[in-house]
């Protein structure tokens, strides 16, 4: 037993739940209520979300709802093979297609249930990408992809118009909510800009509802699973844009234009479907036709906009769905069982014999169809017909193309009903008993679930049209106030079958009798006409494959640019950027009195000495031969910036300043040794070789950003406020609320602690991430980081004085594998625990005195690189046992939260600063000036985390010692 | 003072960005550090009003902003993580093309 049916039948229960809450409304909504639930979005930019369920959304409510829960049961016989000649599928293996029809239905009842038009828009852009999925469900099929490209291209551009068209709306109404839009209906409509945001959402429409002359991505969706094409291709998400329009009619409708736009569309895309669809040999591509055909009716509705219109609309709507829903349902019973679609194969088999129940099932869709009294498809005829007829505009073309749609569309019925369960009137080969055997054991009717559907459908399709014998019967309430809620005034229904001999009644004989001619002659008029030019489905096609080819072009030339040097890149990005803030108003000489006037301060001369300092070596670097000076004079010149910040005076960041550069000079000196020395002599040479141009450019755009930097520098120094209006707050407050007396320190850890909290997270992923990029994603590629330089053989080194520590061979060997000096490692034996010791006092005394976390685990990093220095990598770790990154990086995050939940015991909140040695009374054993609060707890986390990152930096940048020997 | 400091930002500015254009990149990566440096000073600049008050003395009165200079301390940090991963990428790149010169590293192109 396969196991998608348990899939379908449970998956069915959601919509099946939604569906009954949804029709448990419709009492309320008939009364006039409007159910609605507002979220404040963005309130600033009066942007608010929110769903809300008048008439009209709920009757595509129900519909999706409904139709949902039949189509996953079905879905789920779908996907199970029909006998025992196809082979077993895995069990779900298609449970994805469950999940794109629930995400559709999310995305689908959004849209419908939207209460403002962003809400709708992200919505619907949902459907278009759930159906872009659906239909290149089956992926591996180059037409499938295809399709699914073509309809999201056509709908995504769609899409994009609406949304500026939704925008413009929304600006000329002044909210987003459909409620306050319909309030300014008369403003949007005597807006400038009104033709252009009509057409735009227009276009959003059309596109969606394949209207002529997007139609024909339709066409192409059918390679999606049946269920999918019955479900958005046919019942609801084409209909989405029929929903948008006539929810948009009270603010847009009524116009000439909005008649004139819509009318014409509907009316070419009625006929256009209409005909066409009865020349596909595709049992789908007949269905997707005759779908384009129904939609077009429905928009040219829209676009007539009277109360029966509306009525019509909504009938229409819901007839529509039911049997052009059961119909697709059928097609694919028959493909699943029949494994074909083709019309003139499927003749020659005579499936009715076969298939009984599947033929029966399948009459009373046809006949809905085709429009045929007492079915729901007959009263969406008549009520068509009544709004054409009652608009006495002389538009008789309207109601011939009318009779003539009609016409068509009961021909298709015909052919959906006779071609594909009725065997041609001359078999030529199966006629023999062995073949029909053979067919009865090849083709049968499905399981009985597989059938619920369409017969559900099908049937309902019959009762539902003698709704007007209840009074106030369900369908004639869900019209009425469909109808009312896309008129904006109250519509009169009578939905009975028989409103006495009129016009409307005239007319659908008319279409009847021309259709039976049509269909009783369809096998000679479809190999007459079929091979017309304007039949061919080329025609509309070549339009959006130039588009494609255009815009494919359009590509190569953009992407010209990229001639995949980097630093070409970075040079436009850097003129790029400067161009546009030097257009936006960066370019203006401050409005200082003297601007060259340079006060007199003390120690001006030390400071102005300490820029020139930075500034020179970074010269220096620039110029210097050899990247190893290159390297100190970058050290030298963030010294000088840290002479700078010293002279502010603000020794914390000093410090963290002097410290942090050490790190990053001692990393690239390690990073530099195993960098063959051959390559940076080779891209130093090349560097030479530069045309002197090349250089000038790169010197001209590195000016020209100084430039710009000194503009804006000159710009926001001069102009900046002599008065914080934070910083005062934390003046006065660091020392009460936080007990400390270094105000950079209280921010950092107290007032700013979940900032550092996230920072200190950063640099520890920073170093995990260093390390585990060069240790395993480079060891994956077979990169050879190891043995960078030609080292002097091992052998011609002294023997490497051995060590046994727990019983393991430790082989001292330092930097490229040489025995450093033995004063170097005594120092660095020392200096470790000296550095750990000032590391401890600093975060001891960092509340009230400069230094804190950071220095303190720099400065223990420091020491480490100096073991690295003078014992090499491997040796260095193995005698610092304790020396874990990973877990001192965890640690100290554990600390960080420890330390911050820790106030509740107390009654305090989550990251309050909180001194326990005060609340535990332990702070009389304690030194002056120290104490165990929150903000210790947070420099010891901080200091153990940036410990951990950089000795990871440590050991992935520095070198592995020349191979071991012993 | 600001024209002073303001020419020395927009030096140190424009030396990492010649830097960072360089093709040689050992040296590219240089010019992260210059530029950082730069913006860090630029911050202290803008925080720094008359530079005589030590930002943690207990008095409260004319003095630099303390906050910028919280801001730069974390930037200090942060920049060196960011850097030391930067280059850490760009040690890749070079170990496997086994190259420094960053123009003959074409395979991202097409």
Not at chain 1, 343 to 357: D, Q, S
Not at chain 1, 840 to 857: E, I, K, N, R, S
């Amino acid at each position: 037993m396969d196991k998608h049916r348990y899939l379908g039948w449970a998956s069915a229960a959601i919509p099946a739940g939604l569906f009954a809450w949804f029709a448990a409304q419709l009492p309320t909504i008939a009364a006039g209520a409007k159910l609605s639930y507002t979220i404040n979005w963005l309130p600033t930019l009066g942007l608010q979300t929110g769903f809300s369920l008048d008439g009209l959304s709920l009757l595509f409510a129900l519909l999706i709802t409904g139709i949902g829960a039949l189509v996953l049961i079905y879905a789920g016989y779908y996907f199970t093979p029909h006998n025992a000649t196809q082979p077993a599928t895995q069990p779900f293996s298609e449970a994805r297609f469950f999940a794109y029809i629930l995400l559709f239905m999310v995305c689908m009842l959004g849209v419908v249930t939207a209460g403002d038009v962003i809400t709708l828009f992200i919505f619907w852009e949902g459907t278009s990408i759930v159906s872009f999925l659906l239909v290149a469900y089956k992926y591996k099929d180059a037409e499938a992809r295809r399709g699914a490209t073509k309809a999201l291209i056509i709908t995504g551009g769609g899409g994009v118009a609406l949304l500026a068209g939704l925008l413009m709306l929304a600006n000329v109404a002044g909210s987003t909510q459909f409620s306050a839009i319909f309030a300014q209906a008369a403003l949007v409509k005597a807006s400038p800009l009104y033709p252009v945001m009509l057409g735009l959402v227009a276009l959003g429409a059309f596109t969606k509802s394949a209207q002529f002359p997007a139609h024909h991505w339709l066409p192409n969706a059918m390679s999606a699973p049946t269920p999918a094409s019955a479900y958005l291709h046919s019942a609801t998400m084409v209909k989405a844009g029929i929903y948008l329009m006539a929810r948009l009619f009270p603010a847009l409708g009524g116009s000439e234009l909005w008649f004139g736009l819509l009318v014409s569309a509907g009316f070419i895309t009625m006929i256009l479907g209409a005909v066409k669809g009865f020349f596909q040999q595709d049992l789908k591509a007949v269905l997707a036709y005759s779908t384009i055909s129904q939609l077009g009716v429905l928009m040219m509705l829209i676009g007539w906009g009277s109360s029966a219109a509306m009525k019509a609309l909504a009938v229409g709507t819901i007839a529509h769905a039911l049997y052009k829903g059961a119909m697709f349902l059928m097609a694919g019973i028959v493909d699943h069982s029949a494994h074909t679609r083709d019309l003139g194969a499927l003749r020659t088999l005579g499936l009715r014999k076969y298939m009984p129940l599947t033929f029966a099932a399948t009459i009373l869709p046809a006949l809905s169809m085709a429009g045929l009294p007492p079915l729901l498809g007959f009263l969406g005829k008549e009520t068509l017909l009544a709004a054409i007829e009652e608009a006495h505009g002389g538009l008789i073309v309207m109601v011939f193309g009318a009779i003539l749609a009609g016409a068509f569309t009961l021909a298709q019925a015909a052919m959906l009903l006779f071609d594909t369960f009725s065997r041609a009137s001359h078999p030529k080969s199966h006629s023999s008993e062995a073949a029909n055997h053979a067919h009865a054991a090849k083709y049968s009717d499905p399981p009985f679930g597989f059938l619920i559907g369409p017969a559900l459908l099908g049937a309902l399709s019959l009762v539902l049209a003698f709704d007007w014998l209840l009074e106030a019967g369900p369908i004639t309430t869900l019209v009425g106030s469909a109808a009312k809620a896309a008129y904006g005034d109250k519509v009169k229904v009578n939905l009975a079958l028989f409103q006495g001999f009129n016009l409307p009644l005239l007319m659908s004989a008319i279409a009847i009798a021309i259709g039976l001619g049509i269909a009783r002659y369809r096998h000679r008029l479809r190999t007459k006409f079929g091979s017309l030019w304007l039949l061919q489905p080329v025609r509309m096609d070549a339009l959006y494959r130039g588009f494609m080819r255009s815009l494919e072009l359009g590509a190569k030339q953009a992407t010209g640019l990229q001639n995949g040097s980097i630093r070409t890149y970075l040079s436009l990005m850097f003129i790029g950027f400067g161009a546009l803030t030097l257009w936006f108003g960066a370019w203006r000489w401050p409005a200082i009195a003297n601007p060259f006037l340079i006060e007199t301060q003390p120690l001006q001369a030390l400071r102005v000495f300490s820029l020139l300092l930075a500034v020179a070596a970074a010269l220096a670097s620039v110029l210097a031969r050899r990247d190893l000076t290159a390297i100190i004079a970058l050290g030298a010149s963030g010294l000088g910036v840290a002479l700078v910040i010293a002279l502010e005076p603000s020794p914390d960041v000093a410090l963290v300043q002097i410290i942090v550069d050490i790190l990053t000079t001692v990393i690239l000196v390690m990073a530099m040794d195993r960098l063959p020395a051959k390559m940076r002599d080779a891209a130093y040479k090349i560097e030479r070789q530069e045309h002197i141009l090349t250089r000038l450019r790169h010197l001209a755009i590195a000016g020209g950003a100084g430039l710009f930097m000194f503009m804006v520098c000159l710009n926001a120094l001069s102009g900046r406020p002599r008065n914080s209006i934070v910083t005062p707050f934390y003046e006065q407050q660091s020392k009460p609320l936080t007990g400390a007396a270094d105000i950079v320190g209280a921010i950092v850890v107290d007032f700013r602690g979940f900032d550092t909290m996230i920072e200190i997270t950063v640099f520890g992923v920073a170093g995990a991430a260093i390390y585990s990029l060069l240790r395993y994603a480079t060891q994956k590629h077979g990169d050879d980081l190891e043995d960078a330089d030609e080292v002097a053989p091992i052998a011609a080194q002294p023997a490497a004085p051995k060590l046994e520590t727990s019983s393991r061979v430790i082989s001292t060997r330092g930097i490229g594998g040489r025995v450093p000096s033995a004063l170097v490692q005594l120092a660095a034996q020392a200096i470790l625990p000296a550095s750990i010791i000032v590391a401890f006092v600093h975060m001891l005394y960092g509340h009230d005195q400069p230094g804190d976390g950071f220095t303190a685990g720099v400065i223990v990093a420091i020491a480490i690189g100096l073991m690295v220095l003078a014992y090499g990598r491997i040796d260095t770790f193995k005698r610092l046992r304790w020396l874990r990154p990973g877990y001192l990086i965890g640690s100290g995050w554990l600390v960080v939260m420890m330390g911050s939940l820790a106030p509740i015991v107390w009654g305090q909140v989550f990251f309050s600063p909180f001194d326990f040695s005060v609340a535990t009374g332990l702070d009389r054993f304690l030194p002056v000036g120290a104490s165990i609060s929150t903000s210790f707890l947070f420099e010891i986390a901080i200091c153990l985390t940036v410990i951990g990152s950089a000795s990871w930096m440590l050991q992935t940048f520095a070198r592995e010692p020349a191979k071991i020997t012993d | 003072m600001d024209i002073i400091i303001s020419f020395a930002i927009a030096v140190l500015f424009a030396t990492g960005i010649y830097q960072l254009l360089r093709r040689n990149v050992v040296r590219s990566a240089l010019g992260l550090v210059i530029i950082s440096n730069a913006i860090n000073l630029f911050l202290l600049a803008i925080g720094a009003y008359d530079g005589t008050v030590q930002s943690y003395a207990k008095a409260i009165g004319v003095r630099s902003d303390a906050l910028p200079l919280a801001l730069i301390l974390t930037a200090i940090v942060i920049s060196m993580g960011g850097f030391a991963f930067t280059f850490a990428m760009l040690y890749i790149v070079m170990r496997r093309y086994k190259t420094a010169d960053i123009d003959a590293i074409t395979e991202l192109k097409n």
